[in-house]
């Protein structure tokens, strides 16, 4: 099995925000840290930045599976420079479904990617068992338990064995 994509949930997973939809205008940004028109923050945790450019450097597509309001989760990425090739933003909590989007735009990207070809990281370990009943054998993992930091990330796939 070959890890052809790496697909995020969003918050407590790239940064310490739980629910950036609430966030209000103002925003501004300073390197990791993003400051909303209340005074409340959003931290990228340290480590995504170099794992996402390292995947995307080793020509691992990047997903980003979010339940959040596509303006927002939008605003917010495009304020801290952060990219991703798919990203799925929904105003409901089903990643299975944000997945199944996932795999049919990076098909239509010319990208044919089966499921466990995708290692998806998520802070909440609940939405896993309806992943694999629905779409199969996706690669999970639990984001700061299977993993304690980003850059193991790059050590689980390197670890995968290829056939
Ligand atoms: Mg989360």
Redesign the pocket.
């Given at each position: 099995m070959v890890i052809k994509a790496v697909v995020y949930?969003?918050?407590?997973?790239l940064w310490n925000h739980h629910n950036i939809s609430e966030l209000v205008e103002p925003m501004s940004v300073s390197g990791d840290v993003l400051v909303d028109g209340r005074g409340d923050r959003v931290v990228v945790f340290p480590g995504v930045r170099d794992t996402l450019k390292t995947l995307r450097e080793t020509g691992i597509m990047l997903g980003l599976a979010t339940w959040n309001y596509e303006s927002a989760t939008k605003r917010v990425l495009s304020l801290l420079d952060l990219r991703f090739d798919v990203v799925v933003s929904k105003d409901y909590p089903y990643k299975f479904m944000m997945l199944m989007e996932f795999l049919i735009r990076a098909s239509q990207l010319g990208m044919r990617i089966k499921p466990d070809e995708v290692l998806y990281v998520?802070?909440?370990r609940d939405h896993f068992g309806y992943i694999w009943f629905h779409i199969g054998k996706v690669k999970c993992l639990e984001m700061w338990k299977d993993v304690k930091e980003h850059r193991e990330i790059l050590k689980m796939i390197e670890n995968e064995p290829n056939s």
């Open positions: 949930d969003a918050d407590k997973t998520d802070d909440r």
